[in-house]
């Protein structure tokens, strides 16, 4: 079965700092994989997907994530954080065999000043 | 180009009562779907539609809910004998094809609560 996984609940970071929001991915097939935004009582945000090609994939906001198909991950990252990145982010995986995206938990990030 | 409009942002229902949520998709954009997130969840499938027809509804739950994308007009997810339960944000996406390479755009939700 599909599924897609982000082990932490919350992730806390200093602004200034690199973050990183982990995902990882179960899906027979190749996966197209992407990553969006939840700002509080908004609707989702697309962030950057990957579908094919280059496995560093640079999205909005100055996110990239890396595909990395032996460790069936896709972690988020950015060098340096924003208060404002503070937010809810979603993985989520699209395989032809299921034919919609499947969304993990979701994690927390919380930037601090 | 409007973005996916979902409307009513915000809609209260007394236990029993029926709830309907309306989508309408972006322009160009013919597959429609429905998820629903629950207080400290994730996103949750629940149906997916084209104009007309349900592809998938393997997330819906058997009883009281049920989805429709009419030729013309918007799609509609329908709560029959809404429960304390059902209280959560419902949030509609579509996309211009049913292939994923495009991903999906979301609406704003709708926040139901069931009093």
């Known amino acids: 079965a599909q599924s897609v996984a982000q082990p932490e609940d919350q992730v806390n970071v200093a602004e200034g700092n690199p973050l990183t929001v982990k995902c990882t991915y179960s899906?027979?097939?190749?996966?197209?994989l992407f990553w969006y935004v939840q700002y509080p009582n908004r609707g989702l945000q697309f962030l950057l997907k990957y579908i094919t090609g280059d496995n560093l994939v640079k999205g909005s906001y100055g996110f990239e994530a890396e595909f990395n198909k032996s460790q069936t991950s896709f972690h988020l990252k950015k060098p340096s954080a924003l208060v404002s990145d503070s937010a809810l982010y979603f993985c989520a995986v699209f395989s032809g065999n299921t034919g919609k995206l499947i969304f993990g938990q979701g994690t927390t990030l919380q930037v601090k000043p | 180009n409007a973005g996916v409009m979902q409307n009513p942002r915000h809609l209260v229902r007394r236990r029993g009562q029926e709830a309907r949520l309306r989508c309408s998709p972006m322009?160009?954009?013919?597959?429609v779907y429905w998820y629903r997130q629950l207080p400290e969840e994730g996103l949750k499938f629940m149906v997916y539609?084209?104009?007309?027809?349900?592809?998938?509804e393997s997330g819906m739950p058997k009883e009281r809910f049920s989805a429709e994308f009419p030729k013309e007009g918007p799609s509609i997810l329908r709560i029959q004998q809404v429960v304390r339960g059902d209280s959560a944000a419902y949030f509609c996406?579509?996309?211009?094809?049913?292939?994923?390479?495009?991903?999906?755009?979301f609406g704003s939700g709708t926040r139901l609560t069931v009093v």
């Open positions: 899906v027979s097939g190749n996966p197209y």
């Open positions: 996406a579509s996309s211009p094809s049913g292939g994923g390479a495009n991903g999906y755009t």
């Open positions: 539609l084209q104009k007309e027809n349900i592809i998938d």
């Open positions: 322009k160009g954009h013919s597959h």
